[in-house]
T-cell receptor
Framework: RKEVEQDPGPFNVPEGATVAFNCTYSNSASQSFFWYRQDCRKEPKLLMSVYSSGNEDGRFTAQLNRASQYISLLIRDSKLSDSATYLCVVDSYSSASKIIFGSGTRLSIRP | ETGVTQSPTHLIKTRGQQVTLRCSSQSGHNTVSWYQQALGQGPQFIFQYYREEENGRGNFPPRFSGLQFPNYSSELNVNALELDDSALYLC?????????????FGPGTRLTVL
């Protein structure tokens, strides 16, 4: 079993739709969680950190469920510019960092 | 632009050779992490350097080694290159080691091993 698992997609949704991705992690000691966005042939960029209480940034909402060991990302009113690969990231930092990326979920928004 | 730079941008090597990749961290950042990203996969954590010391390592063999310099720039060295080492190598700098620190990625070095 992979330490961080994501549905690879692709998710192909119309502009304006709401789309949600989940990401599961296996290490219950994981402490920090993030969503990164990666455009084609570009480097990953932080989309948002994921806090225990959940957090929202405009059209984006991230949730953490420690009991079931998953994080989620919800995108409302999707735009063409949201087309990208979304990477789930888990940091199991204790005495040293161990940063695990999921394989990514591809999202394609169609007009 | 993140302020993280990597060199070279592209590199072609043959199996068995050695390669050194370089990364300059964003100003004020003392932590650098290195990743390998194969096509269609997420970045795989190689290791992290914090104040010139290795501070965490992923599941990569010892032929992957690194350095961090007093100015916090970093090198990734790979010995005895194998075909499977062909990938995009990303470095990321962050303000400090530890939880919750955003990583700022450089544009990557694309390594091809023939």
């Amino acid at each position: 079993r992979k330490e961080v698992e994501q549905d690879p997609g692709p998710f192909n949704v119309p502009e304006g739709a709401t789309v949600a991705f989940n990401c599961t992690y296996s290490n219950s000691a994981s402490q920090s969680f993030f969503w990164y966005r990666q455009d084609c042939r570009k480097e990953p960029k932080l989309l948002m950190s994921v806090y225990s209480s959940g957090n929202e940034d405009g059209r984006f909402t991230a949730q953490l469920n420690r009991a079931s060991q998953y994080i989620s990302l919800l995108i409302r009113d999707s735009k063409l510019s949201d087309s990208a690969t979304y990477l789930c990231v888990v940091d199991s930092y204790s005495s040293a960092s161990k940063i695990i990326f999921g394989s990514g979920t591809r999202l394609s928004i169609r007009p | 632009e993140t302020g993280v730079t990597q060199s070279p941008t592209h590199l072609i090597k043959t199996r068995g050779q050695q390669v050194t990749l370089r990364c300059s961290s964003q100003s004020g950042h003392n932590t650098v992490s290195w990743y390998q990203q194969a096509l269609g996969q997420g970045p795989q954590f190689i290791f992290q350097y914090y104040r010139e010391e290795e501070n965490g390592r992923g599941n990569f063999p010892p032929r992957f080694s690194g350095l961090q310099f007093p100015n916090y720039s970093s090198e990734l060295n790979v010995n005895a290159l194998e075909l499977d080492d062909s990938a995009l190598y990303l470095c990321a700098s962050s303000l400090a080691s530890g939880m919750g620190n955003e990583q700022f990625f450089g544009p990557g070095t694309r390594l091809t091993v023939l």
